[in-house]
């Protein structure tokens, strides 16, 4: 069946780094791509949405690509905050299920001033 | 800009008693889902709703789990009598169209058991 895999955290930044969380998937068809981002006490916010190869989501300094020869989906942003701490998933929409959404296991981020 | 609520945030329950958790979508949506976050463990979806039907529901949704879009504005989950593994965080999110086209999610209900 479709999954997500994403790289395991907790990842600790300084201020200003730059930021990587791999994420690579197993689907079948061109699932959308998504990241979500869930800040400590509160609910799951869409970061960036990809709906086909070559796509690049963007959103608050954030960015990923939709790369269909890799099967991935990285998270990059070039220069992170204190406020970016917050934890991170990747996520596709299931083609063969109604597009339910399959997540990844989630990043922590932490960032340090 | 619109979003989707739920109550409450956080409940409480004996083993074996009814829960209902309570969602409003935002309101032109029409196709809403359930999924749950078992503390620790990865989000998995629960189930599916469209024109007042399940679409499709994991393997998770059993017997013991119920939705209903009661009126115009609500959608709910009934779980009928709780156990000990239902404690997770229940997130509830709606889409304009199917097709992966963007689920905005609610807060969230932590669910309890005890």
């Known amino acids: 069946g479709n999954s997500v895999t994403q790289m395991e955290g907790p990842v600790t930044l300084s201020e200003e780094a730059f930021l990587t969380i791999n994420c690579t998937y197993t689907?079948?068809?061109?699932?959308?791509l998504f990241w979500y981002v869930q800040y400590p006490g509160e609910g799951l916010q869409l970061l960036l949405k990809?709906?086909?190869a070559d796509d690049k989501g963007s959103n608050k300094g954030f960015e990923a690509t939709y790369r269909k020869e890799t099967t991935s989906f990285h998270l990059e942003k070039g220069s992170v905050q204190v406020s970016d701490s917050a934890v991170y998933f990747c996520?596709?929409?299931?083609?063969?299920?109604?597009?339910?959404?399959?997540w990844g296991a989630g990043t922590k981020l932490i960032i340090k001033p | 800009e619109p979003e989707v609520t739920q109550t409450p945030s956080h409940q409480v329950t004996q083993m074996g008693q009814e829960v209902i958790l309570r969602c409003v979508p935002i309101?032109?949506?029409?196709?809403f889902y359930w999924y749950r976050q078992i503390l620790g463990q990865k989000v998995e979806f629960l189930v599916s709703?469209?024109?007042?039907?399940?679409?499709?529901k994991s393997e998770i949704f059993d017997d013991q789990f119920s939705v209903e879009r009661p009126d115009g504005s609500n959608f709910t989950l009934k779980i009928r009598s709780t156990k000990l593994e239902d404690s997770a965080m229940y997130f509830c999110?709606?889409?304009?169209?199917?097709?992966?086209?963007?689920?905005?999610f609610g807060p969230g209900t932590r669910l309890t058991v005890l």
């Open positions: 709703f469209y024109n007042n039907e399940i679409s499709e």
């Open positions: 999110a709606s889409s304009a169209e199917a097709g992966g086209d963007t689920q905005y």
């Open positions: 990809a709906t086909k």
């Open positions: 309101s032109n949506h029409l196709y």
């Open positions: 689907a079948t068809g061109y699932p959308s």
């Open positions: 996520a596709l929409s299931d083609l063969l299920r109604n597009y339910q959404l399959i």
